[in-house]
């Protein structure tokens, strides 16, 4: 059980347009869940807290209005990038938990190239 | 949470224990210790967690020390497969509010034919 899918797994897109990716929990319902951001190399860093029926919570540093945060259901959570430039490259992880008496469950990543 | 100590990269041969260290020398009382791992390209996995007890599962054991300043995850049998980023992170029960896990730079395991 604890099943999170993300998709896409990887995605290419040009300078300037926006991208979608989706994060679901399959088995469970998650009122929380979290993006992380990973760049060659280098650790995982939160992104921001996803709230069902509210608004995203962003760490300092992250861009608000560039890394769009949806969270419309229990079992979705959507991160749009928005015009994005090269230096958005990067892996982009998503995780959730069923309950305070679960630990995390991680996605397997999107993979984002931006020529 | 406490912060941890851990070494950038060990080496293990395939069929060896793999015996990964962590320092966590401020941790608190009521703070875990949580073991995850991250094979390339995918996202983070979890594999063991404890407070003080040794813990044992299908994937690894987890041996604290008894002053909880330091713990070891072991890996009994490594295969090619277990080659990851293995991170330590040491933090309140997950019982505890929704905040997330930080992640430190992990050991990077490379396990050897």
């Known amino acids: 059980g604890a099943v999170v899918s993300q998709h896409p797994s990887w995605v290419i897109c040009k300078s300037g347009t926006s991208v979608k990716i989706e994060c679901r929990s399959l088995?469970?319902?998650?009122?929380?869940m979290f993006w992380y951001r990973q760049f060659p190399k280098q650790s995982l860093m939160l992104m921001a807290t996803s709230n069902e029926g509210s608004k995203a919570t962003y760490e300092q540093g992250v861009e608000k209005d560039k890394f769009l945060i949806n969270h419309a259901s229990l079992t979705l959570s959507t991160l749009t990038v928005t015009s994005a430039h090269p230096e958005d490259s990067s892996f982009y992880i998503c995780?959730?938990?069923?309950?305070?008496?679960?630990?995390?469950?991680f996605g397997s990543g999107t993979r984002l190239t931006v020529v | 949470d406490a912060k941890t100590t851990q070494p950038t990269s060990m080496d293990c041969a395939e069929g060896r224990a793999a015996n990964l260290p962590c320092n966590h020398s401020?941790?608190?009382?009521?703070?875990?210790v949580y073991w995850y791992r991250q094979i390339h390209s995918q996202g983070p996995q979890y594999i063991i967690h404890g407070l003080k007890n040794n813990e044992t599962n299908e994937m690894a054991s987890l041996i604290i020390t008894e002053d909880r300043k330091s713990s070891t995850l072991i890996l009994p049998h490594a295969t090619l497969r277990d080659t990851a980023v293995y991170y330590c992170?040491?933090?309140?029960?997950?019982?505890?509010?929704?905040?997330?896990?930080?992640f430190g730079k992990g050991t990077m395991l490379l396990v050897s034919p």
């Open positions: 992170i040491v933090r309140v029960s997950m019982n505890s509010g929704y905040s997330t896990l930080t």
């Open positions: 995780s959730a938990r069923r309950g305070t008496n679960y630990g995390y469950t």
């Open positions: 088995d469970f319902q998650a009122t929380t």
């Open positions: 401020t941790i608190s009382g009521n703070e875990y």
